[in-house]
């Protein structure tokens, strides 16, 4: 049986690792998993499998390289955020007869005390900035910056904190914080203070690695701009954590 996991997540990895360990149960010594990574981060952590890297040249070219290497199941595994791919899985798995499943961990939801602003696109949220402070944390990763390097946000000073060093265009004024999660409490508590920032902007990615600087700008009393997530595509079966893509997985092998 070949698993293909798209991948580049905490998620992603954990179920590469979950499907090691299954591998070495008597039922499962076929299993096969690839893992196909973007790229998009210079030094991603690795998973448990083989590993490709690169794209694959649209939902045709996904479709063709699940035929030429006999992929039986594929599981999208991206980021929530990673929208465009998902549909090209979707596309893909139609087109060559092969089981899908989405793995997407669950988004955040506000609670007592939090002061979020809920938008549909960066541009949006960009928009909403000149209202809401001068000293923006900005934590929606290297890409997409140019959703703020506009005129009307010149005036306002960004801390950007991503993987890797983001190109331009940028905010016109930018420092940059290359850091990878997960993050801690403290050390979130401690960047909003030392920044004086007033006012935070995030994607709703999901998950505990970077959910602390929510945390963090509730108790410090700052209006956060949540960038609402994409939908899955319409009609492809979605669970929520690798233990649960694993039990799905094994009951496709049987």
């Keep these: 049986m070949h698993v293909l996991i798209l991948g580049g997540t905490a998620e992603a990895r954990r179920l590469a690792e ?31 499998g083989e590993v490709r890297v690169g794209g694959f040249g649209g939902a045709e070219g996904l479709a063709e390289w699940l035929r030429a290497h006999r992929v039986d199941v594929l599981i999208d595994a991206t980021h929530p955020f990673a929208g465009t791919i998902s549909f090209h899985a979707a596309r893909a798995a139609a087109a060559a007869h092969v089981p899908l499943l989405a793995l997407r961990r669950p988004g955040w939801v506000p609670v ?19 209202a809401l402070g001068r000293r923006v944390f900005l934590t929606t990763g290297r890409l997409g910056l140019a959703a703020f390097a506009v005129a009307a946000l010149d005036e306002l000073w960004f801390l950007v904190r991503s993987v890797d060093a983001p190109e331009a265009p940028h905010p016109a004024r930018m420092a940059v914080l290359l850091d990878r999660g997960p993050f801690t409490l403290d050390g979130e508590r401690e960047l909003l203070r030392r920044h004086r920032i007033d006012v935070v902007v995030t994607k709703d990615s ?11 700008a509730r108790e410090a009393g700052l209006p956060v701009v ?3 997530r994409p939908a899955v595509p319409e009609g492809v079966r979605v669970v929520d954590g690798p ?9 496709q092998h049987r």
Aim: glycine residues 10%; proline residues 10%; positive net charge.
């Design 226 to 228: 949540v960038v609402r």
């Design 206 to 216: 999901g998950g505990p690695a970077t959910a602390p600087k929510l945390t963090a």
């Design 18 to 48: 979950l499907l090691a360990a299954e591998g070495t149960r008597p039922g499962l010594r076929a299993l096969r998993v690839t893992n196909s990574l973007a790229g998009r981060v210079s030094t991603p952590r690795l998973p448990p």
């Design 112 to 130: 007592k005390g939090d002061d979020w602003h809920a938008t549909g696109s960066l541009e949006e949220a960009a928009a909403l900035l000149p």
């Design 243 to 251: 233990e649960e893509a694993l039990h799905w997985l094994v009951s």
